[in-house]
């Protein structure tokens, strides 16, 4: 219900939009503090459907007025929502004494607007993952019963046969007596050191290297390329990031997404 009332709510906004003063839709948008802001309206640098505005209490259309500030067009967004490419060697949280973490790879203009990456990858993992300021949204996305389907290319030590096929479609037994959900695995490249596509429908601690420990073989490379619908932009670099599109953010908030399995 949530899930939908959030997605509801997304199409209303993007129909009507929501007007805002010019001086607090600039200031969010990082065009500067309010008192800058104000010195940039007073001196003619700020236009609103190709009009100049003087006026720092002039409403705005959120989604629907064209607005730019030095030339450029500002588009406003309340809350945002960003796709990473994450690469290993930084953890997946806000902040931290010792690690670089994914929040050091953004721009200082998304720092200050409470960002945070919905779930984790592993220090050492890299690909897919979302960061967004919605922390309603978050929570639909984590909550544990939400059975998002997660994609991921592994390399493993060992030949993968019928037998770890069989144990991904039963679940795992991993080391702390926990059965895992029924997953797949898909052979792309056999050896010494196998190439596969694997997907979960939940999120343990570690689970896809447990997953492989409990049959006797290492995960020695891992990236999530996808999340539901959601699927990782071929185009980023390790490290790269981007908005998402108003249909990917759709995707995030469909009923579907979140309410998956």
């Not at 929501?18 to 001196?43: E, F, I, P, T």
């Not at 720092?56 to 607005?67: F, I, M, N």
């Amino acid at each position: 219900m949530a899930a939908q009332i959030l997605y509801n709510t997304f199409k209303d906004r993007m129909k009507v939009g929501v007007y805002l003063r010019l001086d607090r839709y600039l200031a969010n948008m990082g065009c500067g503090s309010r008192s800058a802001v104000k010195k940039l309206l007073r001196a003619g640098q700020v236009t609103v459907n190709d009009q100049i505005i003087r006026d720092d209490g002039y409403r705005v259309a959120e989604l629907q007025d064209k607005v730019t500030c030095w030339g450029e067009v500002i588009r406003y967004r309340e809350f945002i929502y960003l796709m990473l490419n994450k690469p290993a060697g930084v953890i997946s949280a806000t902040d931290d004494d010792r690690e670089r973490t994914v929040l050091d790879l953004l721009d200082p203009k998304y720092r200050n607007k409470g960002i945070f990456p919905v779930g984790r990858l592993d220090k050492d993992t890299e690909g897919l993952l979302v960061l967004t300021n919605n922390g309603e949204l978050g929570h639909q996305l984590l909550t544990p019963r939400k059975h998002v389907p997660k994609y991921y290319l592994a390399r493993v030590t060992g030949a993968v046969g019928p037998d770890d096929f069989a144990a991904f479609r039963d679940g795992v037994l991993l080391d702390d007596g926990y059965r895992t959900l029924p997953a797949e695995l898909e052979l792309l490249q056999s050896g010494e050191l196998s190439e596969v596509r694997v997907i979960i429908h939940e999120g343990k601690f570690h689970q896809i290297k447990r997953m492989f420990q409990a049959l006797d073989k290492k995960v020695v490379y891992l990236k999530r390329i996808a999340m539901g619908e959601l699927c990782l932009d071929p185009a980023l670099e390790l490290g790269e990031y981007r908005e998402l599109s108003d249909e990917e953010i759709a995707i995030l908030m469909r009923k579907d997404f979140s309410d998956n399995g």
